[in-house]
């Protein structure tokens, strides 16, 4: 089973940064779709940024310029370099799995897209 865990929230005020990792094990598939998403109290998860098996990256135009998704395959881990931190990006955040995935584009924002999620970590950014 995929597991996934992800740490480095925290408490930041309003233009600082955070860099939010993600930790995979138990791949028994290739070509691997992996999302970071959001979810606020009273809202709804959406999509932050994903990218795919090629390095083909999508994002959200509220965080578009400000955050950066990455990863590193060798350590099987996901980065979310969030940078510019605003107080409407308070919210836990999700990474998400999809095994033998090639989506691109907006699809790769989209949270059925997704098999396999980690527990979440907060962020809370304060004015």
């Known amino acids: 089973q995929v597991q996934l865990v992800e740490s480095g929230g925290g408490s930041v005020q309003a233009g600082g940064s955070l860099r939010l990792s993600c930790a995979a094990s138990?791949?028994?598939?290739?070509?691997?779709?992996m999302g970071w998403f959001r979810q606020a109290p009273g809202n709804e998860r959406e999509g932050v940024a994903a990218?795919?098996?090629?390095?083909?990256?999508s994002y959200a135009d509220s965080v578009k310029g400000r955050f950066t998704i990455s990863q590193d395959n060798a350590k099987n881990t996901l980065y979310l370099q969030m940078n510019s931190l605003e107080p409407e990006d308070t919210a836990m955040y999700y990474c998400?799995?999809?095994?033998?995935?090639?989506?691109?584009?907006?699809?790769?924002?989209?949270?059925?897209?997704?098999?396999?999620w980690g527990q979440g970590t907060q962020v809370t950014v304060s004015s």
């Open positions: 998400a799995a999809r095994p033998r995935c090639f989506a691109q584009g907006w699809l790769l924002l989209l949270e059925r897209l997704f098999d396999y």
């Open positions: 990218i795919n098996s090629g390095g083909t990256t």
């Open positions: 138990g791949y028994t598939a290739s070509s691997y779709c």
